[in-house]
């Protein structure tokens, strides 16, 4: 029995984790605000599958949210840490909320890794563990009207396949998971189904799916779907000023839907 750790599991990518690792038997520590969702999902894991459910209640972006998760684990070891809380904000930059942006740098950053410092130590000094980060297929590329988000993702694909490198023959494999569109509440929170830029949507079971497979095979990063494989491959990365350029008039549409509210509230 091994115990998974999955932040942002209130919804979306992140429930469908819960879901497909409790049907593999495995137990679950599940972190979000929304602890009336998360509480109803746990309940329903539990009778369905007999694992152990933990709900913890956490704002990612609080400066110290990894070491309270740490301190409501209360020593618990966590075999799997799945870092996919996140949300995104798109729009011209100086439209953007500035307290969202700051926000959305400490949920989608610097608690990931946060929890990864934490997480990780313990899963060296037991030989085996795995880690897989949420990124984006916006990794890939400059995204004008995405600015802090897409650089966010950047972050994430390349922090992730730093740390695959380090723990070769270690025990511990490093995924980042970089999907394109996925039907879930992220646009609702982006504010427009724009900000899926014409892709085909994936399913977060079939992400999950995908995920869960290359972390087995330890493939360092995953694009889930064909089309969107491509997409993060075939386009051109330089010259760099160009491909900013370009990317500019794919974005357009969303230039005028900058959120001005600053934060984002949680489900319930
Ligand atoms: N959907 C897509 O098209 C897509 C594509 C590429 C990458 N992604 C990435 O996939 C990940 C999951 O997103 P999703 O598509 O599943 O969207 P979602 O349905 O909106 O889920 C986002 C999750 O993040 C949690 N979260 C947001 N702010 C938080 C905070 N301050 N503290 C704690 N938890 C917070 C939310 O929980 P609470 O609101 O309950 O706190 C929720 O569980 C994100 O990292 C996103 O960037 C999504």
Known sequence: MTTALITGASSGIGAAFADRLAADGHDLVLVARSVGVMEAHAERLRREHGIAVDVIGQDLAEPDAPERIVAALGGKPVDLLINNAGFG????????????????????????????????????????????????????????????????KTFVLNFSLALWAEYQGRGVNVLALCPGPVKTAFFDVIGTEEAAIGGKYETPERVVDSALKALARNRGYVVPGRGTFALAHLMPRRPRKL???????????VAGTAQRSETVPARS
């Open 243 to 253: 491909v900013a350029l370009i990317a500019k008039r794919v974005t357009r549409g």
């Open 89 to 152: 904000t798109c729009g011209r930059f100086e439209d953007v909320d500035a307290e969202r942006d700051r926000r959305q740098i400490m949920v989608n950053i610097a608690a990931l890794v946060g929890l990864t410092h934490a997480l990780v130590p313990g899963m060296l000094a037991r030989g085996r563990g795995g880690v897989i980060n949420v990124a984006s297929v916006a990794a890939f590329q400059t995204s004008p009207h995405f600015s802090v988000y897409s650089s966010a």
